[in-house]
């Protein structure tokens, strides 16, 4: 079992910055890929970003890119979604999801193993 807990949600401005981390626990880290996701009320949840075990393959929903950054501290156990230049849009609950490594990107939410509870990002225009 591998548990994620998500912290760095809040309030923000439109235009402004969040940094969300997802602290893992229970397996060994590097064994797995992560992923960040989101869900809006009455709406699917969505993939936004994801990074694979050694930081090598990032891959990112077309809407955040240039926005948004995910990258990983493999010796803190944590993997982080750096978000800039905020919108409305992007308000929602903020997901963090690990799968067992792969030579593939996941994107999809059924690649994934373990999830945490979430954290919410809520930006006002």
């Known amino acids: 079992q591998v548990q994620l807990v998500e912290s760095g949600g809040g309030l923000v401005q439109a235009g402004g910055s969040l940094r969300l981390s997802c602290v893992a626990s229970?397996?060994?880290?590097?064994?797995?890929?992560m992923g960040w996701f989101r869900q809006a009320p009455g709406k699917e949840r969505r993939f936004v970003a994801a990074?694979?075990?050694?930081?090598?393959?990032?891959s990112y929903l077309d809407s955040v890119k240039g926005r948004f950054t995910i990258f990983r501290d493999n010796a803190k156990n944590t993997v982080y979604l750096e978000m800039n230049s905020l919108k409305s849009e992007d308000t929602a609950l903020y997901l963090c999801a690990a799968a067992t490594r792969s030579s593939s990107t996941r994107i999809r939410d059924g690649e994934y193993d373990y999830w945490g509870q979430g954290t919410q990002v809520t930006v006002s225009s």
């Open positions: 229970g397996r060994t880290f590097r064994n797995y890929d």
């Open positions: 990074i694979n075990w050694n930081s090598s393959r990032e």
